[in-house]
C-alpha cells in the first residue's frame, strides 16, 4: 500500500487497517497519524469535531504531506549514498514540519513530529526485517545516543516554523534562540513541563508502553472485530485519567490540569457499569475540554498515541 491508496480508502475501513514490511516508511507515517486524527477523542478534533482554526482535513493532509516528505527523504539519502544512514532525525523533523507548514499553513501535529523523528530512523536502520517492541526501542536509544548538531537545529527550526501555542519563554534553552549542540540538553531542561521532550530523555518509554497497550486492545480476544478507533479512544481516557496532559498544564492554571485527570478518572471508572449511560458522561467530558476556546485540548496525549500507533503497526506489520 502506498500513500495515495491508503488516503482513497473509506474512513470506516481504517479500523481495521495492516500494513506489511513491503510498504515505505512514509505510508507507516501517513497511517498513523491519520489513524489519531480519524480516532473520535475527547476534546481533540476528528471528522465530527472541528478548532475555531483548524478541521479534520487538515490533520488528513498534515498526514499526507508528512507521509510524503519522509518518502523524498529516504529516497534522496538513497540517490546520494545507497551504503549510508545518512538521513538524521532533525533532518527528518524538519522535512516533515517544513511540508506541513507549506500545505496546510497551521500547526496540526509539531509535537507528532518531534516523536516521529527518531521513530522513522530508528526503523529504518533496523538490522533485520523483524520489528519487535524490544529490538525497536533499543534501536531508538541508540539513535538519541548518536545525535549530533545537525539533530538539535532540525528540531529548534521546526519548532521555529510551526510555532506552537502554550510553549512559553525560557532564560535557557529557549527554542527561539540558537540551539544546544545536543539536543537531548534542551529536551533534559523541557521534560518536567513537556512530556515530548521527556520521551526523549526516557527511550520513548511511554510511547512503546501505549503501543503495547494498543495492540492488547486491538487483538484482544474479546473483540469480535478489530478495532483500531475503538482501541484509540478508550486508551486517551486511560491515559488522562492516569496522566496530566502536558499541554494543558502549560496552557491553563494547575488546578485544571488536575480536574481534566479527575474527569477522567471518573469516567474511566463507570465505562463498564451498565446502569450509567457512558456515552453521556463522555460527552459532558468532551464538552468540558473544549470550553474556553479548547484550551484543555489534549495535544500531547493526542501526539502520544500518534507516535505509538507508529510503533504498534510497524511492529504488527513484522509479525505476520
Known amino acids: 500500500m502506498n500513500i495515495e491508496s491508503l488516503l482513497a480508502l473509506p474512513l470506516s475501513s481504517l479500523a481495521s487497517l495492516r500494513l506489511s514490511q513491503s510498504d515505505s516508511p512514509g505510508t507507516f507515517v501517513a497511517a498513523a497519524c491519520l489513524l489519531e486524527a480519524t480516532s473520535i477523542k475527547a476534546g481533540n478534533v476528528h471528522p465530527q469535531a472541528n478548532f475555531d482554526n483548524m478541521d479534520y482535513a487538515h490533520f488528513r493532509q498534515s498526514a499526507e504531506v508528512s507521509g510524503k516528505a519522509v518518502e523524498q527523504l529516504f529516497q ?76 538539535a537545529e532540525g528540531v529548534y527550526r521546526s519548532i521555529q516554523v510551526a510555532r506552537p501555542g502554550g510553549l512559553g519563554q525560557s532564560n535557557q534553552m529557549d527554542a527561539n534562540n540558537e540551539p544546544p549542540s545536543n539536543i537531548l540538553d534542551a529536551m533534559r531542561f523541557a521534560q518536567h513541563k513537556d ?23 486491538v487483538d484482544s480476544q474479546t473483540l469480535k472485530v478489530r478495532n483500531w478507533f475503538e ?86 506489520a513484522s509479525s505476520y
Open 76 to 151: 534522496s539519502s538513497a540517490a546520494t549514498d545507497p551504503s549510508a544512514d545518512s538521513t538524521s532525525v532533525g533532518d527528518c523533523i524538519f522535512k516533515m514540519a517544513i511540508a506541513t507548514k507549506q500545505h496546510v499553513g497551521v500547526n496540526t501535529n509539531l509535537g507528532t513530529l518531534i516523536l516521529l523523528g527518531p521513530l522513522i530512523v530508528a526503523s529504518q536502520q533496523r538490522l533485520t526485517s523483524v520489528v519487535d517492541f524490544d529490538q525497536l526501542r533499543q534501536s531508538v536509544a541508540n539513535v538519541l545516543c548518536n545525535l549530533s548538531p545537525r539533530d
Open 195 to 217: 512530556d515530548v521532550a521527556k520521551q526523549w530523555v526516557t527511550d520513548f518509554e511511554v510511547v512503546f508502553e501505549l503501543a503495547k497497550r494498543l495492540c492488547d486492545f
Open 231 to 316: 482501541a484509540i479512544s478508550s486508551m486517551q481516557i486511560e491515559y488522562l485519567a492516569a496522566n496530566v496532559d502536558s499541554l494543558i498544564a502549560r496552557k491553563n492554571d494547575p488546578d485544571i490540569a488536575i480536574e481534566v485527570q479527575r474527569r477522567a478518572s471518573q469516567l474511566l471508572s463507570i465505562r463498564s457499569t451498565p446502569t450509567i449511560d457512558y456515552q453521556q458522561k463522555w460527552n459532558e467530558f468532551d464538552a468540558f475540554l473544549r470550553a474556553d476556546s479548547n484550551r484543555r485540548n489534549p495535544g500531547t496525549t493526542a501526539d502520544l498515541v500518534a507516535a505509538a500507533l507508529y510503533v504498534a503497526i510497524l511492529c504488527e
